[in-house]
């Protein structure tokens, strides 16, 4: 009888062929299942889901950066306000100071004053102005100030007016004479002038 299977080797090659074709056909149905495993999904509405998600985690990122540039801002206050209120501290214990040594200087120009009067006191003269002139130095140099007041306009901010005379010809109100120095540390009124004050001569309408 003559062989069937075809000529030698044809019966591997129809073989190797059902074989890829099986293969083919569970991947056909691999893919078939997995295709209607899909159908369960709105790819639509899950896509719409992430961009919802996304918006989200957006917005809450920038509340996050806009909570830590306020922190942040608040902080910075914060700092410039304790080191300003330090800076205040600092300067109000320095004032106390100065209000304290300031009969000191009323002391030594008293005897500066004093002796300038007995022309014996020469060499003693000369060792309390330069005592005075070093302390004043040293407190000027801390932000004390003193106020100007002889030939100036009254200024019941900077003077304290002790005696009133009337005036012959100044339309303001003038110091003419100071008992007491006044003081003034980094801006701030320590200690007013004791002053003697010329008033303004009064028009006739302002008699009337």
Known sequence: MPDESGPAGGGDEVGKLKQ????????????????DSLKGFDLEADLDKARKLMDEEKRRSEDYLARLKYLQADFENYSKRVDRELREMEDYSTSDLMK?????LDDLDLAVATVESTPEA??????????RKN????????????????????????????????????????VV?????????KDRVLRPSMVKVESAVKSDSEIE
């Open 20 to 35: 890829e074709l099986k293969e083919r056909e569970e991947e056909v149905e691999e893919l078939k299942g997995k295709l």
């Open 100 to 104: 304290k040594l300031l009969p000191v």
């Open 122 to 131: 020469k060499g003693l003269l000369e060792g309390v102005a330069m005592i």
């Open 135 to 174: 302390l004043g130095y040293v407190l000027e140099g801390e932000g004390l100030g003193v106020i100007e007041a002889v030939g100036q306009p009254f200024n019941a901010e900077l003077h304290e007016a002790v005696e009133r005379v009337d005036g012959k010809e100044n339309k303001v109100d003038m």
């Open 177 to 185: 004479a100071e008992t007491r120095k006044g003081y003034v540390f």
